[in-house]
């Protein structure tokens, strides 16, 4: 039986999140007062591609995005969620579950730290690095990341680091579920471009018992300091549109019990969505491109009060 991240903070730590969302709403409702309305988030295209190096290495290389994925354009439907339309708006902060390994938690009495891995910097997040060859199967996504200043008029942050990572079509995550403790899969780091854009090739996640289908990022100020949770300047996640969460667990192989959990919670019942504004959701839900059979192309923007 799959244990995850079910609790959900709701001392100290949730009374800061609480208090920094109506912060960023005031923010927002002061940019409309002063700009007479919501500003255009910058435009932009790519993604790093820093593969071999750690999340630590500066001078890794980016530019290019992940070989090998499907491209989601190629299919017929299409899923609401954030866009580069909404707004300065800063991205909620979320907890980062019991499995992130970024040196805040042990794993059979280790502490586990994937950012001090070489090879952790890398577009394409399917394949196990270092420890492993395996490759995470599922339907393909492309998922692009804007990440901009929603305290300087929507400007792009470049040179920033994201660290993504989700469980796989079964609901397991790599390093600490059992099967999968000897697989990094599904974890990487980019850095964003001079449009503040970084783009990962992944697969859809499953959806485990208890949690509404999400995937987990972090937000450094450089790949240099993307070493370890102390350095995280944002920790969120982001949700799966729930029409297309139903055509992959209704029609791809493998998903297991993907469908029958989806039915059982929805954003709003979710103990990690379910306290965000109707306007929270929907920046944090992922726009996507595609279909289930041909994969999906995703996108998201990521507001960060610097």
């Given at each position: 039986m799959n244990e995850h991240d079910h609790e959900h903070d709701l001392g100290l730590g949730h009374d800061l999140r609480v208090i920094s969302r109506r912060l960023a709403e005031r923010r927002r409702l002061l940019g409309y007062m002063v700009g007479g309305g919501a500003m255009a988030l910058l435009a932009g295209c790519g993604g790093g591609d820093g593969s071999g190096a750690t999340a630590g290495d500066s001078n890794s290389s980016s530019g290019s995005t992940g070989s090998g994925g499907s491209s989601g354009s190629t299919g017929s439907g299409s899923s609401s969620g954030g866009d580069a339309t909404s707004g300065c708006v800063a991205s909620s902060s979320e907890t980062?579950?019991?499995?992130?390994?970024?040196?805040?938690?042990?794993?059979?009495?280790?502490?586990?730290?994937?950012?001090?891995?070489?090879?952790?910097?890398?577009?394409?997040?399917?394949?196990?690095?270092?420890?492993?060859?395996?490759?995470?199967?599922?339907?393909?996504?492309?998922?692009?990341?804007?990440?901009?200043?929603?305290?300087?008029?929507?400007?792009?942050?470049?040179?920033?680091?994201?660290?993504?990572?989700?469980?796989?079509?079964?609901?397991?995550?790599?390093?600490?579920?059992?099967?999968?403790?000897?697989?990094?899969?599904?974890?990487?780091?980019?850095?964003?471009?001079?449009?503040?854009?970084?783009?990962?090739?992944?697969?859809?996640?499953?959806?485990?018992?208890?949690?509404?289908?999400?995937?987990?990022?972090?937000?450094?100020?450089?790949?240099?300091?993307?070493?370890?949770?102390?350095?995280?300047?944002?920790?969120?996640?982001?949700?799966?549109?729930?029409?297309?969460?139903?055509?992959?667990?209704?029609?791809?192989?493998?998903?297991?019990?993907?469908?029958?959990?989806?039915?059982?919670?929805?954003i709003a019942s979710d103990n990690v969505f379910g306290d965000n504004t109707a306007a929270q959701i929907a920046a944090q839900t992922i726009a996507l491109t595609g279909s289930a059979t041909a994969g999906y192309n995703g996108s998201i923007v990521v507001g960060v009060p610097w």
């Open positions: 980062n579950g019991p499995y992130p390994s970024d040196g805040t938690n042990s794993v059979n009495g280790v502490i586990s730290n994937v950012l001090l891995q070489s090879g952790v910097v890398r577009s394409d997040i399917r394949d196990s690095f270092g420890i492993s060859s395996n490759t995470a199967g599922g339907v393909p996504l492309t998922l692009e990341i804007t990440v901009f200043n929603s305290n300087a008029s929507c400007a792009a942050l470049s040179g920033w680091a994201i660290y993504l990572w989700h469980c796989t079509r079964d609901g397991l995550y790599s390093l600490y579920s059992a099967g999968v403790q000897n697989e990094n899969f599904l974890r990487g780091v980019q850095s964003t471009d001079s449009s503040g854009k970084v783009s990962f090739t992944t697969i859809f996640p499953g959806c485990y018992a208890g949690r509404y289908p999400h995937i987990h990022f972090e937000v450094f100020q450089s790949l240099g300091t993307a070493t370890g949770a102390a350095n995280r300047i944002l920790t969120s996640q982001m949700a799966l549109p729930r029409d297309a969460c139903s055509s992959v667990y209704s029609t791809a192989s493998d998903y297991g019990s993907s469908l029958s959990n989806l039915g059982r919670v929805t």
